[in-house]
């Protein structure tokens, strides 16, 4: 089978980033990334520690004597796409490649160490997330040995701060910059404080620098990313500083570079925070906000620490001192012991709040965490899949007629490169990170362009440019009815 080819069975949501940029050297390695944001930012990371030790890249695993995948385990059919993929490079390097070297990096590696090497001899390579320096000693020891190598060691102060990553999957105009590390929260169903180890974060200076670094080089938009992005917390000289203070001056690096973070947590989600979205033309109008669930029985099974009732008021507050602001959320269909009446409550609260987009999953039980250990994964599988069928067709009935409110109106957009359809069209986001497509004419990635919405599907925005124009003096203007 071919090796790209059978990506494309991989469905979109799962599927992987390709690879890292082409990089000249002696062993080249191939990167496939699975998972969050965080992962793509990791596998940045990696990218530069190995090509400062001499190794090239590739995008072709076919001409790979390195394959590594950088895995997540945040869902168990994330897993198995990751566990095909190695069935398929291992029947690869029997075949065809006998020297090549397979590693599983990142949540996946932590979770299933024993299992991946001892059990199933799968791979050569198993490394954790907080181990990457590591990776060229480990590949050294995987090739000298011949045995597996393994770093799975979690660390409570790597923040890879003075690393600069070799962006890749670029588009050159927007860049993710992660500023924190693992997470302290322990929600009932979650595995990433056990895969990501406790919550750190990366000193103030080493973020502004590489902020400014990759304005130098042309990019437009930075999204500053942790797994629990706003809780964010540095003591610098005896004093702290916070996430909206950090924001506030990432923001001042330029005013032409729009700012935006991933992935917040409502109980971090300050009226402090609220206001640098109100000052800041740059800082976008779009937060990502998880509520998880409708109903506040359920929120205290999750261990989320907020109410209903608390939640909806914040989105009050995020409205009143932000005027325009967009808010997308994740859901979880199906969690331990979730009746009817609890599922109706996140169909009343979508129904409420009016989500501008959501990602939505069924719940999949996680082993060690505090759901899998105290409680029964007891709603049946057709019944999971009934509720997020529902919950999905109202969000996507939600989102579109939230979207058919924007015709008419005038948008700036970022132009991020070709629309996936057409090379004669663009697209690039709001600030309120709406997706727009619209005509090429002769802007090019990287432009603010004012653009005129004409039509609309749930998930994108179509429209007319109207011209080039700066984030500036766009700022106040937008979105103006025309
Ligand atoms: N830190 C973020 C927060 O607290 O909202 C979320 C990070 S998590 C990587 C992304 C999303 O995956 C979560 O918001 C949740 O909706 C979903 N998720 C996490 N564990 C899950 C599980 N066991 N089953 C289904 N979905 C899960
Ligand atoms: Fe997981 Fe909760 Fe931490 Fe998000 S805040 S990463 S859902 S434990």
């Not at 799975?152 to 070799?166: G, N």
């Not at 693992?182 to 929600?187: L, P, S, T, V, Y």
């Not at 609260?349 to 060690?368: I, K, Q």
């Amino acid at each position: 089978m071919n090796l790209i080819q059978d990506l494309e069975i991989l469905d979109d949501l799962d599927a992987p980033r390709l690879t890292a940029e082409e990089a000249e050297g002696a062993r080249k390695v191939y990167i496939e990334t699975y998972g969050c944001q965080m992962n793509v930012s990791d596998s940045e990371i990696v990218a530069a520690i190995l090509r400062a030790h001499g190794y090239g890249l590739t995008r072709d695993p076919e001409q790979a004597d390195v394959v590594l995948l950088n895995t997540c385990a945040i869902r168990e059919n994330a897993e198995q796409k990751v566990r095909h993929r190695l069935d398929i490079f291992r029947a690869h390097k029997r075949k065809q490649r006998p020297g090549l070297r397979i590693g599983v990096l990142g949540c996946m590696a932590e979770r299933l160490r024993h299992k991946l090497l001892e059990e199933e001899q799968l791979v050569d390579l198993v490394v954790g997330p907080d181990a990457y320096r590591d990776l060229p000693r480990l590949l050294e020891e995987a090739e000298t040995t011949g045995q597996a190598a393994v770093n799975v060691q979690l660390s409570r102060e790597e923040t890879y701060a003075d690393i600069a990553p070799v962006r890749y999957d670029s588009n050159g105009v927007t860049a993710y910059v992660s500023i924190m590390r693992g997470c302290d929260n322990m929600c009932a169903f979650c595995v990433v404080p056990f895969t990501r180890g406790r919550e750190r974060s990366r000193p103030v200076q080493s973020i502004l620098d590489e902020c400014a670094r990759l304005v130098e080089e042309g990019y437009r938009e930075v999204t500053v990313l942790g797994q629990n992005v706003n809780s964010y917390r540095y003591t610098e000289n005896g004093t702290v500083v916070t996430f909206p203070e950090l924001l506030y001056r990432v923001s001042l690096i330029s005013p032409e570079l729009r700012v935006r973070y991933s992935t917040s947590h409502p109980k971090d989600c300050s009226d402090e925070l609220l206001h640098v979205h109100r000052e800041r033309h740059n800082v976008c109008n779009y937060i990502h906000l998880p509520v998880q669930h409708g109903n506040t029985d359920v929120l205290r099974r999750m261990r989320r620490t907020y109410t209903r009732e608390q939640y909806l008021a914040l989105v009050e507050r995020a409205r009143r001192i932000v005027p325009g602001i967009s808010l997308s959320t994740d859901i979880i269909a199906g969690f331990c012991g979730e009746t009817e009446e609890e599922h109706r409550d996140t169909l009343s609260l979508l129904e409420e709040v009016r989500f501008d987009h959501a990602y939505m999953f069924m719940y999949s039980e996680r082993p060690g965490t505090y759901a899998a250990r105290k409680y029964r994964d007891d709603v049946p599988l057709e019944v999971k899949k009934r509720r997020l069928q529902e919950i999905i067709e109202l969000q996507t009935r939600i989102s579109l007629e939230n979207n058919r409110k924007e015709i008419g109106r005038v948008h700036t957009v970022l132009v991020e490169g070709p629309s996936k359809r057409s090379p004669e069209q663009l697209c690039g986001r709001t600030d309120t990170n709406k997706m727009v497509v619209f005509d090429r004419q002769d802007f090019r990635p990287g432009d603010y362009v004012r653009v005129r919405i004409t039509d609309c599907t749930s998930a994108t925005l179509f429209g007319e440019p109207l011209g080039r124009t700066t984030l500036a003096e766009s700022a106040h203007t937008e979105p103006a009815l025309v």
